[in-house]
Structures are given as C-alpha cells and as structure tokens.
C-alpha cells in the first residue's frame, strides 16, 4: 500500500481524518480492473507446488519470461520489482556518470548517486509534453555514460517514438541505456521494444503495476548475456518469493483476454478523463498508459491537501520532480465513477461554476449507506432491509430502500403508474414512504426458463433472452446509477439490497446489483447467510475468496441469518472467521416465527405466515402456477383463523377444497396451456362443478374466461386459446400495459375496496350483470357469477373488512355460521415494529452505525 508520496496509505489516512480504507488514491497507476481472476484461490493453491519444488533463483520464471518475450533465458533476470532492478543496474556496470531526462522518475537518480554516479539532467521542453528530446539527448550523451529513459515516462505519461529510441540506442553504442518499461503494458501492442534487444540497451518491465499487485513486488530486466550476468551478481538468493513466482507464472501464461479487456477499458477512461480535466480549466498532457499529468492554470493555489482533506483523495503532488513545480500533479486512471467523484471534487476544490453538478457528488458526501447481500438467494435480505430501513426510521433518520435490479413474481404499482419489485414496496412502508420507482430501476419478470420481461424505471421495455439482456446491462446501469443518485439526494440514509450471492462468477462481469453497485455507492456491505439451511460459514469464506480487494475493502462483516438455538455455542466458528477473514460476526438473527410481513422476493413461493385455526376451517387451495406472480395477494388468509391455505402442483394435491385460487400469471397463455396438459384444468373443472369456489386474479380471472387472444404473439404463437370457461368472458392481450393503483366500489354492497392492476389483457363481457366490481372510472375490474369470483385488483384482500365479508360469504355457502367481525389485523406497520427490535436486538448496531459513517 505504499504510496507515491514517498509515505504510505496510513499517513495519507491520518493526515485526512479518515480510515485508510475510506481513500480514493489516485496517486497510484494500477489497473483499474482489479488483478485477475486467477490471483484468488488458484494463486494458494499453486504454492503447494512451489513449496516441494523452491527455485531461489526463480529460474522457471526466467526460462517463461524468455520463452514468451523470444530470447534467451541468459538475457533475462527476474527480481522483487522492477525498482531492485533500477537500483541494482548502477552498482552493477560501476560506470562514471549518467544522464536522466528529466522530469522523470526520483529512483533513477537515488541509485545513480547511491552507485556514485555523477548525474545530469538535461531539461525536457513542456510544448513537447516532456516527451524525451532525440537531438538534445543525442547531443548530451557521451561514451560511457548510463541513460535513463522512461518508456512511457514518469510522469509524463508520453514517450519517443519506438523507431527514433531504437535509433538514439544504436547512435550511441558506448552508452547504455536503461529502457524503464513499467507502465507500457498499458500503451498497446507495439509499443514495447521487445523482442528487439540491443547490446547496450536493459529494457525494465513491472509485471504487477498492470495486473493491479503492486505489494507483489515482481520485476523482470531484459539485457546483454554479459550485462545480464553482472546484474544478477547484485542480487540476492530468494529475491523474488514463491508466492511472486506462481503468480508470475500465470501473469505471463494466462492472462490474453484480461490484457485484452484491460486495453479496451483503459483508452476511453482516460480520453474520457482527460477531456474532463481540461474542461476545468487544466493543462492535460497526452499521456498514453493509465496516468494523466495536470498543470493547474496561473494563480490556483496545490489541490493536494484540499482533496485529501475534505475529499479523501489522493493526487500525486508532482512538486519534487525536477523540472516541475507545485502546479503540476499527476493522477491515476480509474473507473468511470471514481473518475467522476474526482472530477466532481476538483470543481469544488478549483471553484469552477458546477451548475450541474451532478448527484454522485452529493451522495458521495451527504449520504449515509448499507447494503445487505447474501450467500445465496432467500438468505433473508429483503427482510433485513425492512428491519435496516425501520430501526434508522426509529432513530430520527429520513431513509429509503434501494435495489437496483429485482429478478420477482411479486410487483407493485406506485401511484404514478409504474412496476417495482414488491419487496422494495414492503421495505418502503418500513421507511413510511410512498413506493418510490427509483427505489427498483430494473424489475426482471420471468416469462419463460430463460426469457423474463425486463421493466425498466416502472415501464415494460422488452421481452429478452437471457443473453441479450446480460449484452445490455451495461447501458441498463447508467440509468440505474442516476436512479440511486437522484433517490439519495433526497435522503439522510439509503439502504440497499443485494440480489443472489455476490460470488457468482459467471455472473460478476455483468453485475449491477451487488459489489459493482455497492462500489458505486460507496456503501459498505453485510454478508448475510441462511444458518437454518446449513452451511454458511463455509458460504460466507467462500464468497470472500472469490472477491477482488476493492470488494474485501467493501465488505465489513457477516450477519448470521435465522438461527435456532443458543448463540453461545457459534462462539469457536465466529472466532474461526473472523480469523481466517479479517471480517467480524455482527449478529446473529434468531429465527422468527410468524413476522408478520412478506417474505424476500424469489423464483419460487412459499406460504409462510401461520395462526390458531379453528377446530373447522375452509379449504383453500393455491394453485401453483409455473410462471406464477403476485401470490402474495393470498397472504392475508394466512392469519385468518377460520382458514387453512395451502399450495397444490400436482391433480393429486388437489382434494377437495371450498375455493380453488387461481393467482396471476407473467405467462397466462404459457401457464394455462400446463395446466391442461398436466390434467390439473380437468380436475379444477371437475371440483367447481361439485360446488367448490373459484377465485381468480389478474391472469388466473383471464384463465377463467372462454378465449384468451393474443394477436401480438405477446405470450404464445397461438392467436387464440381457450379458457376454463367459467364465466363467458374474452381477453385479448395488447401491447400497452395497465399499471395503476385502483379504487372500486363493489357493485352489489357499494363497499369501497383498493389494490393495484399490472396486466397486457382487456377483458370484454357480454353483460353487465356479470360485473361485480367497478373502479371509480367506470371500468369492470371484477366480475362474479353463482361461486365465481374474479378480479384484476391485486392486495385487495388486504383490507381486514373486505376479506372477512368474503370469507364468510363462503363460511355461509358450506353451511357455517358468519363470524361477522374482522378476526385478523393484516397491519404490516406494527409487524415492521416488532421485526425492528427483533433485529436491533440481535446485531451490534453500535459497530454498524460506524461501519456507516454515522456518529449515532
């Protein structure tokens, strides 16, 4: 973590105020792509090999260097970094003077005076960029003379042209030069010198600057067999370790596609960059690697300190250079964000006129954040977020739910007309919020095993593969990024959950919902895992070892999920982890029992809330749709005394309910179709002609119907399907699609009842006693016949009045008495109250307030 200073990132720290995790440095050229994947497990492994087979010399490296670079293993000395190698030269030829174009790197010129050597600088011209001068070096260079030139310079960031350096090299046959490739990986194919190796040229190469390990310490020096011998004299035995060697291996073996990906990243970010700096009012040189050198216009005072201090920045002062002075400063190539959040802070710093500065600023310093993620889907984040959103409620914060990308079956419209995950709209009543669009920018409905509807800021943008959504997720988080930084611009606090499990790498390159987001954010993360299923400490060490060190920075501790028993005993395993990760246990969430509100969101269902039952109750049979959504609107049932709901799949689950209820389907056309092929339609039929009920929502009333037409080809390549034919009613499916909260009125009592429509279908009828429920428009949104109930009103049974006057319109039909008087409160508010202390409870909020900067 050393840092260009000349100090390290703990001093940088202090001097800021901050932790050492909480600095932006851009004053260190690494890659921004983080190391490759291979540097994880598969480095640890490899040592095993290593330590049976040791090479002080790192001689299987050097015969893999040379086979790769085209030379000779003779000609190639690996060291601990290529600044062993800068230091070791000098001493090695024991030459009288040197030559070092200057501005350029501080090293060249301590090793040269360490070694003795009487030092000039000849003065490179900024209109030039500071580009290394072929007349004046060729002109100053005299025989014997030991030259260093950087290639790509530092820190510069530009260089000769390759034809003109290889042509000063055979000018001056009596110099040596020392070629400082370290950052050249970064300027393309070509750039380099190798595989041509002059006599009096050593050509320096950095094999961890590019692959983002500098702490590594691996260097290569390519040269004469004669001046390679004399280099490796100055070097120890064991100067580079077993672990630089494996990785060294692979960097030199494996890495085509990451070289590749780097490449193409890094000349947009830094043109980019570049252009964004200038636009300030600064002088930008072309720099061609992954740094930028900047010269601050006439009368701005350094903006090292400033950024360090109120932004937590790190900027390389370029004032000690010779050549330079304290306007000039040199910064790293980053990520998009990070490249913006300095760009953002340096308007600030500069006093430029910032009218539309943008919402990344202003969340990156107002907004306190966490993220909840998990080892695996169902690990209960949603519901953490609910119990994270209420306690900062209890606290005095103003808080909101986040989830950029929700793959669910249950959806929600917010009151200006737009779908969200129904999560999100749970997690928003624990804030006692209205639901918000921008607190579920993506809402992926699945359609098919590998096709879902993907809505996109409450609005159907298309139907998509798997692939050709993964193709687009890209442009899909530019607009999920201005989502979250117009939501936390108008919150104290955000909470967001992640989706799936972070450590899913078929899955990480695409990722917009778990670390590539939290990094955005910069949110610190909770890994949260299911106990109750087994096996999540290994679970939370495994994850950890699939992450990059951005994401182990991101990541502050685990919370263990659902846990029956005493707590005490987890004691040897905390400490194990806590050992083995550096990351803390930072509670243990008991199981709770009947909480109260919905469950996460998933591809699959569950009936999960429970109460007394009466000694009788009615049979309520859910069937379980394929593509099934929204089942939620059946939850309020559970807590109803007098009722036992239950799902059924299979003819055999059947029996012989009091109601069949047919929920609403992101396939209906798809959904009814197996239902007939699985005989499930023959037996339903078979059950509502002996008397049971039949009720149906959204798709499940469509399904009731005689014909289904999908003209559009919306759903199915058949234009017209038919229905059970309960009632004699006719959907056609169109393209435009009804998102809408909605208020109706029950035809036959005047009762007033509300829930929320999401549906393509418009259902025709062909007479009006059929309509049992009208929204205040005038539009049929419910009809009814004999023991026929329909509607398209999602959560209407939600209201405590409505959904006892139902169930004992029932109770009277199968000859049971009416209870008259509502049984269960379906009142999440107090829920959400009692899910809050449950978990403040049980987690250290104290260390979780500070993980999130608060001084609560």
Excluded at 217 to 222: I, Q, S, T
Excluded at 303 to 331: M, N, P, Q, W
Excluded at 506 to 522: C, E, G, H, T, W
Excluded at 655 to 682: F, Q, T, W, Y
């Amino acid at each position: 973590m050393n840092n260009a200073h000349g100090g390290n990132i703990y001093k940088l720290a202090a001097e800021s105020g901050c932790a050492p995790e909480q600095i932006l440095d851009f004053s260190a050229s690494i890659n921004p792509l983080g190391p490759p994947e291979f540097f994880r497990p598969d480095v640890s492994r490899s040592l095993e090999n290593i330590a049976h087979y040791p090479d002080p010399r790192a001689e299987r490296l050097v015969r893999t260097a040379a086979q790769v670079f085209g030379l000779t293993e003779s000609c190639v000395t690996a060291a601990n970094g290529s600044e062993e190698l800068i230091y070791a030269v000098p001493r090695a030829l024991r030459l009288e003077k040197a030559l070092i174009p200057v501005p350029s790197y501080a090293d060249y010129e301590n090793a040269c005076r360490l070694a003795g050597l009487e030092v000039n600088y000849p003065d490179m011209d900024e209109t030039a960029d500071f580009s290394p001068d072929y007349e004046k070096l060729r002109a100053g260079i005299k025989p014997g003379m030991l030259v260093f030139i950087g290639h790509p310079g530092n820190p510069s960031g530009t260089a000769m042209d390759k034809v003109s350096l290889l042509r000063l090299v055979s000018e001056r046959p009596e110099a040596v030069f020392v070629i400082d490739e370290a950052f050249a990986a970064f300027c393309g194919d070509g750039f380099s010198l190798l595989p041509e190796l002059p006599q009096n040229a050593i050509i320096l190469r950095s094999l961890t600057k590019f692959f983002a390990v500098p702490g590594l310490r691996l260097g290569l020096a390519f040269a004469s067999e004669k001046n390679t011998a004399l280099i490796r004299e100055q070097l120890p035995p064991w100067s580079v370790n077993s672990i630089a060697q494996a990785v060294g291996q692979k960097i030199l073996t494996e890495t085509q596609e990451y070289t590749k990906e780097t490449l193409d990243l890094i000349k947009p970010l830094r043109e980019k960059l570049a252009g964004q700096l200038a636009a300030l009012g600064l002088k930008v040189f072309p720099g061609i690697a992954n740094y930028l050198l900047c010269k601050l216009p006439e009368g701005k005072k350094p903006v090292y300190k400033r950024l360090l201090r109120e932004y937590h920045i790190a900027v390389r002062d370029c004032g000690s250079f010779k050549g330079l002075d304290s306007r000039f400063f040199r910064v790293a190539v980053r990520n998009e964000d990070e490249n913006d959040y300095l760009v953002n802070s340096l308007k600030q710093v500069l006093n430029t006129e910032n009218e539309n500065k943008t919402f990344f600023f202003k969340h990156k310093m107002k907004s306190l954040s966490l993220m909840i993620q998990g080892t695996c889907s169902n690990a209960g984040k949603s519901v953490l977020v609910s119990a994270f959103c209420r306690i900062l409620l209890q606290d005095g914060y103003n808080v909101a739910p986040f989830k950029s990308q929700n793959m669910a079956l249950n959806s929600f419209v917010t009151a200006d007309g737009c779908e969200i995950g129904r999560a999100q709209a749970v997690q928003a009543q624990a804030c006692r919020l209205a639901p918000d669009v921008r607190m579920n920018p993506v809402l992926l409905k699945p359609s098919t095993d590998t096709g879902c509807q993907v809505i996109l800021m409450g609005k159907p943008l298309a139907n998509m593969e798997a692939k050709e959504y993964f193709s687009r997720k890209r442009n899909l988080f530019t607009e999920v990024k201005a989502a979250y930084d117009s939501l936390a611009a108008d919150y104290d606090a955000v909470i967001l959950e992640g989706a799936g499990s972070p450590g899913e790498m078929n899955l990480k390159k695409y990722d917009i919902v778990n670390m590539n987001m939290a990094r955005y954010a910069q949110s610190p993360v909770l890994l949260a895992g299911d106990i109750d299923r087994g096996g999540t400490y290994a679970a939370f060490i495994g994850t950890l070892e699939t992450f990059l060190p951005w994401e182990r920075e991101l990541l502050k501790g685990f919370l263990v999920n659902k846990f029956r028993g005493d707590a005490a005993l987890l004691k040897d395993a905390h400490d194990y982890v806590e050992n083995f990760t550096g990351k803390p246990i930072l509670g243990v969430i008991p199981y709770l029992h009947d909480m109260g509100i919905p469950e996460e969101d998933s591809a699959a269902f569950a009936l999960t809330r429970s109460c007394a039952k009466f000694g009788k109750t009615l049979d309520f049979a859910l069937i379980e749709l394929q593509h099934i959504s929204n089942f939620t609107d059946f939850n309020p049932f559970e807590i109803e005394p007098d009722v036992k709901i239950r799902k059924v799949r299979h003819v055999r689950e059947l029996g012989n309910p009091d109601m069949i209820i047919m929920p609403g389907s992101k396939n209906v056309i798809g959904d009814l179709l197996s239902l007939k092929e699985r005989g499930m339609a023959e037996a339903i039929l078979r059950q509502v002609e002996n008397g049971a009920w039949f009720a149906g929502i959204c798709g499940g009333l469509q399904m009731a119907g005689k014909i289904i037409r999908d003209p559009l080809g919306l759903e199915s390549s058949q234009t017209e399907t038919e229905g059970f034919n309960l009632l004699p009613l006719t959907t056609v499916l169109e393209a435009d699609k009804c998102l809408s909260q909605t208020k109706a009125v029950l035809c036959d009592s005047g009762e007033k009842v509300s829930g929320y429509e999401i549906h393509h279908g418009k259902t025709v009828y062909p007479s009006v006693n059929l309509v049992s429920m009208r929204s205040e428009s005038g539009e049929a949104v419910g009809f009814a016949a004999g023991r026929i109930w329909l509607s398209y009103l999602h959560g209407v049974f939600d209201e405590d009045n409505f959904r006892r006057q139902f169930i004992d319109m029932i109770r009277l039909d199968r000859g049971l008495k009416p209870l008259g008087k509502v049984q269960a409160a379906f009142d999440i508010d107090e829920a959400m109250n009692r899910l809050a202390d449950h978990v403040r409870n049980s987690v250290d909020m104290d260390k979780i307030y500070k993980i999130m900067g608060s001084k609560a």
